[in-house]
């Protein structure tokens, strides 16, 4: 499997503090049956004011490290690129990393309130020949409200990522929720970890992956973790991977998945 969302580079963000604990994380993800790594740090100016530079150089000590442990993980440069005015400026001028110096990279929305035109900010990369990866909407407290906007970039080249925790309930009911009902929709491109710890929040895919199985099937489940990585990595253009299946029917669906919601909202009240 590949993890194309983990923050494993120790102390450049709110990730892994120290290079034990990022051995620590990579051994867990081997274990995992995870082969490669996008080490993804925030990339949030005022914040964690990293660059592509940077990153780089925090990866190559890290592949050193383990090679030299003779530790088999492939680490590749990444970034949790967060919704900022000059992201676009510093995407073409290279000091924010796409995965891999690919055209796909990771976008992080606001946690708790949506943007003011995010859907055309988001539109604004597509044009300019990326591809956004919107990193864990199943999330983002806001997205009961504006479901609707994620199906429409869903369906015009924009790529969702849901963290494949939230398909076991580890970030709770509201994420569990939207992580399956999205991934029912048809909405869900890659499953990743968002590693940030060994314990509490750990690089372990499989078991999201054998999640989406029982809602997706085998061939599913194994794209979001495998063959949807893997073009990202080697830059596959979005028109030549392995489709999303259309798994709604319509009305009988929508009925569906209102009652679900109802459900849902009522036992949390």
């Known amino acids: 499997m590949i993890d194309l969302h983990c923050h494993l580079l ?16 990579a051994k867990m993800a081997i274990g995992d049956g995870i082969r490669a790594i996008a ?45 900022t005015p000059e992201l676009l400026d510093r995407l073409r001028a290279g000091t924010a990393p796409t995965i891999n110096d690919t ?14 035109r995010f859907e055309d900010s988001v539109f604004r990369f597509v044009l300019a020949g990326y591809v956004p990866i919107i990193t864990h909407p199943e999330r983002l407290t806001w997205v009961a409200d504006h479901y609707g906007m994620f199906e429409d970039m869903a369906k015009r080249g924009v790529w969702m990522q849901v963290t494949a925790g939230s398909l076991t309930g580890r970030f709770g009911r509201s994420a569990s929720y ?3 009902r999205m991934l029912k929709d048809g909405l869900v ?26 809602m997706v099937g085998h061939d599913e489940a194994l794209r979001l973790v495998v063959e ?8 596959v253009p979005p028109a030549n991977v392995a489709p999303i299946p259309a798994l709604a ?21």
Request: contains cysteine; hydrophobic residues 40%; neutral net charge.
């Open 103 to 116: 055209r796909y990279f990771l976008l992080e929305p606001p946690h708790h309130v949506c943007p003011p």
């Open 228 to 235: 949807r990585p893997q073009a990202v990595i080697d830059d």
């Open 189 to 214: 491109h890659l499953l990743a970890t968002d590693a940030h710890a060994p314990v509490r929040r750990p690089p372990l895919l499989a078991e999201g992956r054998a999640a989406a199985e029982k």
């Open 39 to 83: 080490c993804t740090p925030h990339v949030y100016p005022g914040l964690y004011d990293n660059t592509t530079a940077g990153i780089r150089e925090h990866v190559a000590r890290l592949q050193a490290t383990l090679d030299a442990k003779e530790l088999p993980l492939r680490l590749m440069v990444g970034a949790d690129a967060h919704l």
């Open 178 to 180: 939207w992580a399956e």
């Open 249 to 269: 029917d319509g009305a009988s669906s929508r009925a569906r998945r209102a009652g679900l919601w109802s459900r849902f909202s009522a036992g949390v009240r």
């Open 10 to 25: 120790p102390g450049i963000d709110d990730g892994s503090p120290g290079v034990d604990t990022s051995l620590a994380m």
